[in-house]
């Protein structure tokens, strides 16, 4: 890999990590260790579980840099995935892969007397259908003599409870509990899913729920742990508890834990569009796609993001005929984007997915916006437009703009003169919905390339990013 010259930047999301804050170039992620955690962190490389999780695919290759930051000895250095997708981004099937993958690095972590000790969805990021664990810090070396697992409880509350309450059909509600920047909590669960359970009253709930949590977290305890934690009457009850190994989590299965994760399905209803793209690849062996697809070829864009992409077939046809080396498709329904991202799965390909409303996107108060994560070479945005401009009444120029931040150079647009039409009528258009209109509109924004008519209600426009 050639040298980094580009100056790191903090990242958005290192906050309160003990092992060093995190810094990132267009290519590169660094950690600056400070002096306190050198010690451990020269240890755990020493421990060979980064190579091999790295090896395994679970993590980025991590290595000792020769850049310096300030206030670090040791800084370390690991190659940046493309894209970053933040958990409420995530279709059901990309939780459950990133939920497996926390505990395929905990098994391997406890192979080499370590464990993780902070597994929040943050901390994975997809390259393309493959979760990656990014937080060396939260891998911290494993208590002799402790059972269980010190951050059971907060992948329950990261992954199996959003994943419960989204098996229920309850996706609205599960994709905010994973926007979060703090955990649902055990009793706010059991008070969702145990309706009965209010009748007692919800501060009594909370009490009991609270004790019952605090006697399985001692579980993962050392015996000096308990001893230095519970009252002086309950030490030894504690202690013969912890060393009959029956204490609730002491054995833990992470196999069992894996494959009910994986295994439980998904009800609910299907999105309105959930099926726009149900023929699969025969969806776009057409003469419009064919023409996009080689505007796209000639225009030598390294990615593409396919905003409203919907189950990514057309994604699919750009990365298998050459036109791009990687591809994002985007959508605002979960079911279209859960099935793009299942295909991209069992195929291996490096199609990345997303669940994005690309003009009114979910945020974190905390993490960078979307476009910041997922810009790419050129957007593509098809039959799309005329949906938001009629249907939602979207103003043109926040659609324009909105498209505009997720290009570096090359859009392309598709304008439907009929509007609303759906092969056989429509509801007639606005005056002002004209062709002219939509050139000019467009014209504003974007640097005007090709004025193309593709079929009687589809007309493309293509363009440049101004300035760029």
Known sequence: MPPDTHDPVPSPLSLMDEAGRVYMTPNRVYRAVPPSAEAPVRALLASGLPDALATSG????????????PGSKLVLEHPRLPFVTYPFEWSYRMVQAAAACVLEVNREANRHGYELTDCHG???????????????????????????????????CSYEYPLRIWSHGGGFIARRLLAASDLMQHADYGLYRWPWLRLGGAARYNRWRHWWYRYRE???????RIEARLPLGLRRLGVMALQSGRLPGQSLNLDRMRAKIVGRPRRGVPGSWSEYQKEGAEFVQTARFRRVRDIVAAAGLDSVIDLGGNQGHFCDYLLATGAVRRAICADADE??????????QAAGSNLQTVVL????????PFGEPPAARLQCDGAVVLAVTHHLLLTQRVP??????????YARRFVAIEFMPLGLWDGKQAPPVPAWYTLAWFREEFARVFELTLDEPLEPNRHLFCGKIRGR
Do not use: C, K
């Open 396 to 405: 043109i120029d926040r659609v324009l703009r909105a498209i505009a931040g």
């Open 335 to 344: 079911t279209a984007v859960d099935q793009a991202f299942a295909r991209s």
């Open 218 to 224: 001692s579980a993962s305890m050392t015996r000096e």
């Open 357 to 364: 409303d690309f003009v009114h996107p979910m945020v974190s």
């Open 58 to 69: 679970l993590m980025p290759s991590t290595q000792v840099s020769d850049r310096t930051l």
């Open 122 to 156: 943050f901390n994975v990021v997809f390259d393309g259908p493959a979760p990656r664990y990014v937080d060396l810090g939260s891998l911290a070396p494993r208590p002799v003599g402790a059972r269980g697992w010190s951050a059971l409880e907060t992948f329950v």
